[in-house]
């Protein structure tokens, strides 16, 4: 075993996202979860809420908008109280996007990783300088603009055409179209294996990968066969200054400490720390919380 293997933290860690002037997980229960959005209120399916709400049935029967799956996937439509919007503002400190109902029961973002995003932030800003982050898999963007908003250069790789192009408006609604971002329209491993090859190097690396996807000309990803192969990829990357890479995953069968092993076996010889953990979301009340989802993440 390398002597300068990363030391993996002994205990997973609970990432807590409370409520923000934007966003609040109102109540749960029975399956589902109610939330606000800007001004509208949404029930969404949450299989991890066994509990039951607390609030009564008109709180919930009052909501803007209510999302019924057609599988157990993400798949479904949206039922609306009233004329439906295609788009509206939202904001987290001071990074603004848009929220909007996907056919995927997400509105264009996910609110538990607000506390990545404040993690990001804090780790650009201690790196000082333009330190270059690679968001792989970064969908709409918000990470990515976290990341530029506290001064680091990105790069911005997902499948979509769509996803990229709500990306870049949220850009501008942000102020940051002027940041230097740059959007890349590519299948995630095929942009990483280019990028190893070219030598290029980053100082951060973001990877949010689905459970399953698809590229723009018809790659497949599976999470479990692929993830190995593109986190070895992501660690050729980084740079010898390099002090974060963050990794963060949905599927309902893998672990906070298999990602931190797996983080782990690729970063052998840099060093470092892994911190290991779940994603959760906390009612306004405080009381209650929802896992989501599980990350890893290596500091220098």
């Known amino acids: 075993m390398s002597a300068r293997r990363p030391v993996v933290a002994d205990a997973p860690e609970v990432m807590r996202t409370r409520g923000w002037p934007d966003y609040a997980l109102i109540d749960s229960g029975d399956g589902r979860k109610l939330e606000r959005y800007g001004p509208y209120s949404v029930v969404r399916p949450e299989p991890q809420c066994l509990w039951r709400p607390r609030l009564d049935a008109a709180r919930w029967n009052g909501a803007d908008a209510v999302f019924d799956p057609a599988d157990e996937e993400d798949a479904g439509r949206w039922r609306f109280g009233g004329k439906p919007v295609e788009a509206w503002p939202l904001a987290w400190n001071g990074v603004r996007f848009n929220g909007r109902f996907t056919a995927f029961r997400h509105l264009a973002f996910f609110p538990e990783q607000a506390a990545n995003w404040t993690w990001l932030d804090q780790r650009v800003r201690a790196h000082g300088g333009s330190p270059r982050v690679l968001n792989l898999f970064g969908y709409t963007g918000v990470a990515s603009l976290v ?80 993830l190995p192969e593109l986190s070895a990829l992501c660690a050729e990357l980084l740079s010898d200054q390099a002090s974060f890479l963050i990794l963060n995953a949905y599927a309902a069968r893998i672990s906070g400490a298999a990602l931190a092993g797996l983080l782990a076996d690729r970063l052998d010889g840099r060093g470092g720390s892994i911190q290991w953990g779940e994603l959760a979301l906390v009612e306004e009340s405080g009381e209650r919380e929802i896992g989501l989802s599980f990350f890893a993440r290596w500091t220098s």
Do not use: M
């Not at 990229?164 to 408006?169: D, L, S």
């Not at 940051?176 to 030598?199: H, K, N, S, T």
């Open 147 to 226: 990341c530029a908003a506290a001064g680091a250069a990105v790069t911005h790789v997902d499948a979509s055409k769509k996803a990229i192009g709500w990306a870049r408006e949220n850009a501008a609604l942000s102020g940051l179209d002027d940041r230097p971002i740059r959007w890349i329209c590519e299948d995630a491993r095929r942009y990483v294996q280019r990028e190893a090859r070219r030598g290029s190097r980053y100082e951060g690396i973001i990877l949010d990968p689905p459970k399953y996807g698809r590229g723009p000309t018809g790659e497949v990803w599976r999470l479990f066969e692929d």
